[in-house]
T-cell receptor
Framework: GQNIDQPTEMTATEGAIVQINCTYQTSGFNGLFWYQQHAGEAPTFLSYNVLDGLEEKGRFSSFLSRSKGYSYLLLKELQMKDSASYLCAVSGGSGGSYIPTFGRGTSLIVHP | DSGVTQTPKHLITATGQRVTLRCSPRSGDLSVYWYQQSLDQGLQFLIQYYNGEERAKGNILERFSAQQFPDLHSELNLSSLELGDSALYFC?????????????FGPGTRLTVL
């Protein structure tokens, strides 16, 4: 099976930097996704990491360490609109399955 | 707007009933995915179709079935509904069958079983 852990809730101040961590235990690994989901809306794709290291995309960056089963999403220059749930999902299981398993999500609250 | 459409937006029904949820993928996308999101289970992958064929199966109950039609739209059928089936059902699409491809989610169908 697969197990994905991420904090339930985080708070941060507008303009600051926040790091959302995700740890996983899987029998196989193909890649790791991060999605953003505003309340009552559909998830939107943020990033997909396959190899170790940091990938930067504007204000958002995602890091992966496959040996440690660890990833983080880094959000810089926080804006109020960044208040949302951030979902970590791992693709991969026994037999090289590409079926994604999602964490429960981290609810980020950005204060003025 | 992701370009993925889902109907209906809301659905209220009773236990034991059967419903059909519909999804139209983005123009040009061949792959369709169905997800269920409930408060206690989070977002769960149900099933994937690619160009009319089932490609991957997740935690989909036997009471649930899906298909993708020649025009690439997809339907998710839920039967013998139970209270626990109340959830948001999302459809997503991507260009190819590889799950590593960016998926574009529709607005979802909120199902309430009374």
């Amino acid at each position: 099976g697969q197990n994905i852990d991420q904090p339930t809730e985080m708070t941060a101040t507008e303009g600051a930097i926040v790091q959302i961590n995700c740890t996983y235990q899987t029998s196989g690994f193909n890649g790791l996704f991060w999605y953003q989901q505003h309340a009552g809306e559909a998830p939107t794709f943020l990033s997909y990491n396959v190899l170790d290291g940091l990938e930067e995309k504007g204000r958002f960056s995602s890091f992966l360490s496959r040996s440690k089963g660890y990833s983080y999403l880094l959000l810089k220059e926080l804006q109020m609109k960044d208040s949302a749930s951030y979902l970590c999902a791992v693709s991969g299981g026994s037999g090289g399955s590409y079926i994604p398993t999602f964490g429960r999500g981290t609810s980020l609250i950005v204060h003025p | 707007d992701s370009g993925v459409t889902q109907t209906p937006k809301h659905l209220i029904t009773a236990t034991g009933q059967r419903v059909t949820l519909r999804c139209s993928p983005r123009s040009g996308d061949l792959s369709v995915y169905w997800y269920q999101q409930s408060l206690d289970q989070g977002l769960q992958f149900l099933i994937q179709y690619y160009n009319g064929e089932e490609r991957a199966k997740g935690n989909i109950l036997e009471r649930f079935s899906a298909q993708q039609f020649p025009d690439l739209h997809s339907e998710l059928n839920l039967s013998s509904l139970e209270l626990g089936d109340s959830a948001l059902y999302f459809c997503a699409s991507s260009v190819t069958s590889g799950i590593e491809n960016e998926q574009f989610f529709g607005p979802g169908t909120r199902l309430t079983v009374l």
